[in-house]
């Protein structure tokens, strides 16, 4: 199983002084030293943390899986286009959230997504859709045209108990639907060290993104340090 680190929050620390550091790329770097399969930015319409000159950094210099989160609005086409990562991922987005709050609304904005899907994926940069955990918005994704999604287990990551595992459940249901029908399947948002192991476990996951832990962790621990340890969870759940 693929492990993609985001570095949003590494810019976000440098964007709260506007200073020059701490730098996405060095974090990148010492990411791909730890084991990170991949890396992801984030870059957002209001530019709050990760910056046009920090993705076309990443992109120049890091030889392992770009991944491009941002909304399916013109100008992020245009950028992706010119950028060329190896991945897009459409993701909502809303001015006054802190961190993406949910899924995609699919039937809200269909065209638009739609839209989006064609042009980037032909330029041979295949698209993932960042849903919720619905069986609905998988077989949406597919019917729009999408060769991946990443399934949103921030409710799974939040909840507690037995509710815990009823979102558990609806990841999973949604992970096995999406494979059925032919799509790759990633899950991402809001994993730290205590609860990627369940996760981890699903069969058939093509890979997990995660942000603000590793980074939070990285503060105490070191960048390489926090993606070793957190490839080394993923690899042991793997193996049940």
Known sequence: MLLG???????????ARKETEPDPLIAAELAIRG??????????????????????LIRKKISIELNLEMAATSEMVGI????????????????AELTTEGGLNLNRNERKIQRAIETIQAKSIPVSLFINPSIADVNASKKLGAQMVEIHTGLYANAKGQKQSEELKRVKKAVKRGLDIGLLVNAGHGLNYINVKKIASIQGLRGLYIGHSIVSNSIYLGMEKAVREMKKLIKAAGRK
């Open 35 to 56: 084991g990170a399969d991949g890396i992801t930015v984030h870059l957002r319409e209001d530019r709050r943390h990760i910056q046009d000159r920090d993705l076309r």
């Open 80 to 95: 992706a286009l010119k950028t060329r990562p190896d991945m897009v991922t459409l993701v909502p987005e809303k001015r």
């Open 5 to 15: 680190v985001n570095v949003d929050h590494v810019s976000t620390v440098r964007e």
